[in-house]
């Protein structure tokens, strides 16, 4: 009996501990800055215009990934083939990578003298020192998270499903825009928020692959690392911002998986 | 700011976070330990340093010198603090954090392009399309360069300072764009572009817009190893120390 007891009470401890550990932290933040403060701070031009270039950047870096990952996901979700579980890895790589090596990584590929960096030039197209460079950074640390949460929400779609769309004469096109997407929508959409989460707080591989300068590559991240030293209310009032942004973000996928069970796991 | 016991709480977390608690772990062996905070363009000299310092176990922490004095302010701790200016340290001594700080050696800034680069002097850094990338204005090379540059008048300066597409939060930061050859040049310390080796050309800058810069240290105050703290920072202005540093190119202090 009493085994039971102090058993219970060691796992009501470690929760306690583990909640104050991951808590406090951030609570600090909040309670540091103050909300006068934290308004005054979010009024200066810097932390204004990094906000604004990180919505900028994260959302059409999430649109990007959206567009060519969803797609992609469906054909690694339904279709068996050689090396499938080579590429799915492959895929997944990033989400392990630290961002310093993300950055060297794109340097090495993208960058004036990487492997593909005659390609990116005669094109035209500017990648490094620019906003594109930011969006190419925050493409490849985030696509990981959406790949594996639509490659799941697919797979769980049920077969039965397509094949009565199927017979009823929809085109395996259409099945997927009317049938697939809609009954996937819920494991979609927290791909999205987990992807939209990590863009956000990019930090690595932005800095070493695109750099850091206010408007154009300066994001909220770099803008509260830029600022810590000079001037820490706006940091601490750019860090409380995005903690609000990133708990609301991971409230919504919580919310949504709720709906439909368990959400699934990304491994 | 005014939440006093919240913010030794931060602190605190800080503290266990960054690792800067000093203090061995049990087992260690009798050295203490000693933790120095230092500016990352010293993370050459320092390294080889802190492997003939036998007074104690040496833990280094590089960062952007800004970096490192915010650090001090919010309550970390270290034993020692190496600058990369001398105003950060004083600052730091004025508010009572630090003991009065010392100068310890001297470095340049330097022009640092590519090794294969047409650059050769500040005149070509003014042409259409010149990718620039400096410290940014909180760091001291960051500071130096705009300073440096200043002596040029507001107009060339204004022209070079056009080319910035990055300010990066540490020289580290600035030589790696440049060896990478993601920039054109950059501002660096002469001895930044030394450890950098083949991938990068330092271009000395003319003697008129005075480039030297000296560099600082001091002993932070309440320090548990004030002793081998101080013992540390007199062998960087001669000894072990001076040597690692003129080794890693750096000028000795004004005597």
Redesign the interface.
Known sequence: MSGGVAFRAALLVALTATLLFLT??LV??F??A?PA?LMRSLGEPGAREALLLSLETTLTALLVIVVIGAPAAYLLATRSFRGRSMVITLVELPLVLPPAVAGIAL?AAL???GVLGGLVEGAGVDL??ETAGVVVALVFVAAPFFLSQAQAAFAAVDRSLLEASRTLGASEAVTFVRVVVPTALPGLASGVALAWGRALGEFGAT??F?????G??RTTPLAI??F???D??AALALAAVLIAVSGALLLSVKLVAGRRGPLVAWR | ???AP??S??AA?ALALIGCGGGGEPGAGQKPELTVSAAASLTEALGTYAEQFPPARVRLSFA?S??L??QIR?GVKPDVFAAANTDLPQELAREGLVEPPVVFATNTLVLAVPAGSDIDSLDDLVAPGR?L?IG????PVGKYTRKVLARLGPERARRILAG??????DVK?VV??VA????DAGFVYRTDALAAGDRVRAIALPARLKPDGSYGVAVVKGSSQARVAQQYVSGLRSGAGARALREAGFGAPPP
């Open positions: 406090v932290p600090a933040i309670v540091d103050g403060e340097l960058g004036p003298q490094v020192f800095l070493i695109a750099g850091s300068l206010a154009v590559t690392y830029a810590v030293a000079t820490l209310d | 700011m005014r939440f919240c913010s709480l931060a977390l952007g800004d970096e004095a915010a919010r990718r990338v940014a204005p909180s760091v910035v597409r990055s300010e990066e939060p930061g790696a764009k990478g050859g993601a920039a």
